[in-house]
């Protein structure tokens, strides 16, 4: 595990075991009705009274949490081979 995913579960509590998309997959998501895109950094596990959430990086300055009801689209990241 590296030092910047230490750090974000430090602050976020350990990403589930299962989850549909995960940490480095660029999304399309819709925050307020405007289309966004951006990187996910870490996975919130989801409680009895809180959805699952997804930390994105989408350059705005400070991470957005998006729900998964927003994700519209996601790619992949690149893997080297």
Known sequence: MSKAEEQLEGMFGPAPKYSEHHAGETITFLDNGKECQG????VIKGTPIRPMLYVVDDDSGFPTHVQP???VEAL???IDS
């Open 69 to 71: 009801g927003d994700i």
């Open 76 to 78: 992949e990241p690149l």
């Open 39 to 42: 990187v996910i950094l870490h």
